[in-house]
């Protein structure tokens, strides 16, 4: 019995590891982003800690160039189309109960079914995930998180904020990615070498999502007269429209 898996206090690792680098890159940011000075412009972009958020963003890009994006591109080329595929599916399988727990939340009866029914169908005849049957059979996946569900109820986004690893996170999107933490099951629920399956399973969600994005990455920064402006810029529209039921063309933006 020593494998079974038992839900109680101690098991809150989990939850703690995922939680820990948000707290900690809050904190760097606030700290510095207390010295910066806001501008008219500045104020106008809803982004009055712009200095600081600049400066984060400018390391976020170096980590990228150098670690994130030779990875995502060696990961491109080794690893064959379909496994990828199905690493994307398994992942998004396993964000299910997020999804749904955000369409639950919104009072959107026919989401919530919707994402009910690909989590069972993709778990069992799609082999835990990695074959999206439910796509195939007219019940396409969607976008949900606790940011969106925020937004929905009327709460303002907040000044704009880059946060060190995480990229683009204003108030109101940090705060939903902490409940969303809080939303997924396996938060709660450990296991021998659990720990490790947090840390892969994470790992796995931003490589999947650099490989995904490399080339409209590169094209935005290749065309963009002000990188840091530009990606401001689609993060924002791309939050608006999802908030707003919209599909935006930027849906695919990563964080850098």
């Known amino acids: 019995m020593a494998d079974r898996i038992l839900i109680s206090i101690p098991v809150l690792q989990g939850m703690k590891l995922r939680l820990s680098h948000l707290l900690?890159?809050?904190?760097?940011s606030l700290t510095a982003g207390g010295c910066a000075a806001p501008d008219p412009q500045s104020l106008a972009q809803n982004d009055p800690w712009e200095k600081?958020?600049?400066?984060?963003?400018?390391?976020?890009?170096?980590?990228?160039?150098?670690?994130?994006?030779p990875v995502a591109k060696f990961?491109?080329?080794?690893?064959?189309?379909?496994?990828?595929?199905g690493i994307h599916n398994a992942l998004d399988n396993l964000n299910a109960p997020v999804v749904l727990a955000n369409d639950?939340?919104?009072?959107?009866g026919d989401k919530a079914s919707q994402t009910f029914g690909r989590f069972m169908i993709n778990s069992t005849v799609g082999l835990g995930g990695l074959i999206d049957v439910a796509a195939k059979v007219g019940m396409p996946g969607h976008l949900n998180d606790f940011g969106i569900t925020l937004g929905?109820?009327?709460?303002?986004?907040?000044?704009?904020?880059?946060?060190?690893?995480?990229?683009?996170?204003?108030?109101?999107?940090?705060?939903?990615?902490?409940?969303?933490?809080?939303?997924?099951?396996?938060?709660y629920v450990t296991w021998n070498n659990s720990t490790l399956?947090?840390?892969?399973?994470?790992?796995?969600?931003?490589?999947?999502?650099?490989a995904t994005n490399i080339d409209a990455v590169e094209s935005i920064e290749r065309s963009s007269i002000d990188f840091y402006a530009?990606?401001?810029?689609?993060?924002?529209?791309?939050r608006a429209a999802q908030i707003n039921g919209g599909k935006a063309d930027n849906s695919d933006l990563p964080n850098f």
């Open 75 to 85: 990961y491109r080329s080794a690893v064959p189309e379909p496994a990828r595929d």
């Open 24 to 28: 900690l890159a809050i904190g760097v």
């Open 197 to 210: 399956y947090m840390i892969v399973r994470g790992g796995l969600g931003v490589l999947d999502s650099r």
């Open 152 to 187: 929905h109820a009327g709460a303002a986004e907040g000044s704009y904020l880059v946060l060190p690893f995480l990229g683009p996170k204003p108030p109101r999107d940090l705060v939903g990615e902490g409940v969303d933490i809080g939303f997924d099951p396996l938060t």
């Open 52 to 69: 600081t958020n600049r400066a984060v963003f400018n390391f976020d890009v170096q980590i990228d160039h150098a670690v994130a994006t």
């Open 104 to 108: 639950v939340l919104q009072g959107d």
């Open 230 to 238: 530009t990606t401001r810029s689609l993060y924002r529209q791309n």
